[in-house]
């Protein structure tokens, strides 16, 4: 099926239609607040609720440059799913056992979390934990899936083995491994996927109800190295707060903070027509589970409430200079994801592409969040570094934030609780060695 053209399509993301402008104008001038959180994403917006909800007497702002849940969390797949970097295996051996399997745990509890606070607020997020299935692909993948339940069985975490007949009862792919490649996936079984648009709305909601205060198309053009630190707003105007929350995912950069250590990802994904009956019985996926493939750069997909395919794939781009400008609509991304889907889709199920949309993901080397004080500028806490696996950490993450800020350290002693990920200090070490990087890691899953 030829890809829709520009015309033809929609480009804003589906998640944004559950979002409503909450914010107010920035009326300028100098103001004086306790905690100002920057980035009215899930990850700023949580963290506001978390503060206010342990310290309601605060005086709190929430700063956005566009509106409320414009950036990453929108232009995510909605998926809320366990785990941290790429390689279970690999995070063993960098951080040890016991504080993978620290780590691992407290990504779980975030799953589950995010359910509860969505439950605890009456956020109606279309909450669904079907689990998630990592599927083999080729030989290849199966004996990379046998090394990962492995790491799952030393740490003790919850997962389960599926043959290729156990996968295709639960859904069918177009090349599901056959017999002699076993384990064709396995399965987790705490996963699933909300409405990110809504999370955010009723995060923003249960923010000003507490008495905090969101302003919209406010841009934050500096933030001082004293404490408290002075913010200045792009047209104008100051806020001297005593913290700030940093939480911008891939932007902050932008503000000369985290340089080098987070690097602004480019991802697309796409958006089918509701399937029909019929489809929706030649793929099975009763329940509904989200899906990526064992690859080094892997395919994630899951279905929305209306039985829409939300599809992500293909190579991670990084520009000259970690620039975060939009990018602007590309055919070849959009085909390239076609041709994954086709090549991961039953034929039985036709292409018909709604519409696609292009995210920014903050991304480091060592895939593990940064969330702590920052050295040189004592009054803030960057919280991010997500690197692919922000819905629910990022959610989850305001309860660690609130903790800083209440109490001066971490609420445990994780390598994520950190200000330094790893720093890579030339422009050309960090353009040429990203395209490089995946470029081998293309070529090795294509071998």
């Not at 993978?100 to 359910?115: D, E, I, P, S």
């Not at 404490?227 to 902050?252: D, F, Y």
């Not at 000369?256 to 793929?283: C, F, Y």
Request: proline share 7%; charged share 15%; with cysteine.
């Amino acid at each position: 099926m030829p890809v829709p053209t520009k015309t033809m399509l929609k480009h804003e993301p589906i998640w944004t239609a559950g979002v409503e402008s909450q914010g107010q104008q920035f009326p300028g001038g100098r103001h004086c607040v306790d905690t100002v959180v920057i980035g009215a994403g899930l990850a700023g917006l949580s963290a506001a609720w978390h503060i206010l909800a342990k310290r309601p007497e605060q005086t709190l702002l929430v700063l956005e440059a566009g509106r409320i849940g414009s950036g990453a969390s929108t232009r995510s797949t909605g998926m809320l799913t366990p785990g941290i970097g790429q390689n279970l295996a690999a995070l063993i051996k960098r951080v040890g056992v016991e504080q993978a399997r620290g780590m691992y745990n407290q990504t779980l509890w975030a799953v589950n979390y995010a359910g509860e606070l969505a439950q605890k607020l009456g956020i109606d997020c279309e909450l669904e934990m079907g689990g998630q299935l990592i599927v083999a692909h080729g030989a290849k993948g199966s004996e990379r899936l046998r090394n990962q339940a492995q790491a799952f069985a030393e740490l003790g975490l919850p997962h389960e083995l599926l043959s290729s007949a156990e996968l295709d009862h639960l859904v069918h792919l177009k090349h599901s491994p056959d017999a002699t490649c076993d384990p064709a996936a396995i399965r987790l079984p705490i996963a699933g996927t909300l409405h990110p648009g809504r999370m955010v709305n009723g995060l923003a909601q249960q923010v000003l109800d507490l008495g905090g205060i969101i302003y919209e198309q406010a841009k934050v053009t500096n933030i001082s190295s004293g404490q408290p630190a002075t913010i200045t707003i792009e047209g104008g105007g100051e806020i001297v707060a005593n913290k700030v929350i940093l939480a911008t995912s891939g932007n902050a950069p932008d503000l000369g903070i985290m340089k080098g250590r987070v690097l602004p990802v480019h991802l697309s994904v796409l958006l089918t027509e509701p399937l029909s009956p019929a489809e929706m019985q030649v793929l099975g996926w009763q329940g509904r589970e989200c899906i990526i493939d064992s690859r080094r750069l892997f395919n994630y997909f899951r279905l929305t409430k209306d039985n829409r395919i939300i599809f992500g794939g293909g190579l991670p781009r990084y520009h000259w200079g970690g620039s975060t400008m939009p990018e602007p609509d590309n055919p070849e991304y959009l085909a390239e994801l076609s041709a994954e889907f086709r090549n991961t889709i039953p034929d039985e199920i036709e292409l018909k592409v709604a519409r696609s949309w292009n995210g920014l993901i903050d991304y480091v080397l060592d895939t593990i969040p940064a969330i702590q004080y920052l050295p040189n500028k004592p009054a803030v806490i960057h919280v991010g570094g997500w690197s692919g696996h922000g819905v629910a950490l990022t959610i989850a993450s305001g309860a660690w934030v609130a903790h800083l800020v209440n109490e001066g350290i971490p609420p445990e002693q994780l390598p994520w609780f950190r200000a330094n990920p790893p720093f890579i200090p030339f422009e050309p070490a960090r353009f040429i060695g990203f395209q490089a990087t995946t470029l081998v890691m293309s070529l090795m899953d294509r071998a």
